[in-house]
């Protein structure tokens, strides 16, 4: 199976960057769609950002476009949320996500994936 940690939240100020990371172990994948997401207090889980390893297009939701980046490090097998300028609205619990896939497809709703990191809080203060 996969197991999935993320790492790297905390208590910020509005303008301030925060890397949040995603180390994946266990079975490893050629090809699986990974993700970020995000729940804030009475919302329900949004998508951030996402991609294929084995390659095919980025997405990122309209609210963190430009100022978000995903990134991954294969030798770690660990996928990075780069977030820049972060704004109060940004708080919330943030979880990676991994599906196998058997093409290079990129998976942007939430019961789409298998797999759940544990959450790792973002709070930015205004």
């Known amino acids: 199976q996969v197991q999935l940690v993320e790492s790297g939240g905390g208590l910020v100020q509005v303008g301030d960057s925060l890397r949040l990371s995603c180390a994946a172990s266990?079975?490893?994948?050629?090809?699986?769609?990974m993700g970020w997401f995000r729940q804030a207090p009475g919302k329900e889980r949004e998508f951030v950002a996402g991609?294929?390893?084995?390659?095919?297009?980025?997405y990122y939701a309209d609210s963190v476009k430009g100022r978000f980046t995903i990134s991954r490090d294969n030798a770690k097998n660990t996928v990075y949320l780069q977030m820049n300028s972060l704004k109060p609205e940004d708080t919330a619990v943030y979880y990676c996500?991994?599906?196998?896939?058997?093409?290079?497809?990129?998976?942007?709703?939430?019961?789409?994936?298998?797999?759940w990191g544990q959450g790792t809080q973002v709070t930015v203060s205004s």
């Open positions: 991609f294929n390893w084995s390659g095919g297009s980025t």
């Open positions: 996500a991994a599906e196998p896939a058997r093409y290079n497809i990129v998976v942007v709703t939430t019961r789409g994936y298998s797999y």
């Open positions: 266990g079975r490893t994948f050629s090809s699986y769609a």
